[in-house]
């Protein structure tokens, strides 16, 4: 690892639960202080927290709704304000209001837009300059299959993941020089709480793998990513569905 890799700290958004969570399981692992976002739920929140300080790690709880941008702006400024850096992001906050589209209303609608594409323009935005300063950085966005081949029913979230793709291509470009990288991660369907009422039985035969992926599996893509052996990748998109596109 790296001088500037080893000594930074990593922030991961939505980061209580699911792929959020196993992310910053598996970034702790690889030793880096970690920055959990969430916006609600404490009690997640602390549990992962426990989990990996009960190994050795280090985690600090930073509770805001990214897709609030004076509540993010306060967040990051008092976080910018300790001199370790944040070396690495982890865009992950995001969340679904699935219906077919003339049942989509303007709230659901901007949930969901909101918190993918304003979340990460809030978040992200405030980190990049110390990045490219320090000339090091990793950016990680977790978009979704949805995003790259669309899918029925989820008309705002297929749309809003399909943006985060667009914007990791092209940050991907502008910072590229600078030694930051911007990938973005394409889970199919993960085993989490958001996919507890989706129709497995029917969905489940779909995957060429036949069964649903694990988020650790994401989180190890994720670790990947953020670490000094991905050097040389930016502005991908990597899929990680079974098969399933």
């Known amino acids: 690892m790296s001088e500037k890799n080893s000594a930074c700290r990593a922030l991961i958004t939505g980061g209580s639960r699911g792929i959020g969570a196993a992310i910053a399981d598996a970034l702790a692992a690889a030793g880096h202080p970690i920055i959990l976002n969430y916006r609600s739920n404490h009690a997640a929140a602390e549990a992962v ?18 897709a ?24 992950n906050a995001g969340v679904a209001r699935d219906a077919a589209f003339p049942l989509i209303n303007e709230e659901d609608w901007n949930v969901v837009t909101r918190t993918t594409l304003d979340g990460f323009y809030n978040v992200t ?5 110390p990045m490219v300063r320090r000339r090091w950085g990793r950016i990680v966005n977790i978009a979704s ?13 297929s749309a809003a993941k399909a943006g985060l793709i667009g914007a990791t291509r092209a940050l991907a470009q502008e910072l590229a020089k600078r030694n930051v990288t911007v990938n973005a991660i394409a889970p199919g369907l993960i085993e989490t709480e958001m996919i507890q009422n989706a129709p497995l039985e029917h969905i489940v035969p779909l995957i060429p793998m036949q069964r649903l992926g694990q988020p ?7 670790a990947f990513l953020a670490s000094d052996r991905a050097t040389y990748i930016t502005g991908q998109v990597i899929g990680i569905n079974g098969g399933l596109a």
């Open 125 to 129: 935005r405030p980190l990049v300059m």
């Open 216 to 222: 650790r599996e994401v989180a190890d893509l994720a």
């Open 68 to 91: 609030d941008a004076a509540a993010t702006s306060a967040a990051l400024e008092r976080l910018l304000a300790d001199q370790r850096p944040i070396g690495i992001l982890v865009n």
């Open 145 to 157: 299959v949805s995003g790259v081949t669309g899918n029925r029913g989820q008309v705002n979230y």
């Open 49 to 66: 927290k426990a989990r990996i300080e009960s190994t050795g790690g280090q985690v600090e709880l930073v509770p805001f709704d990214v």
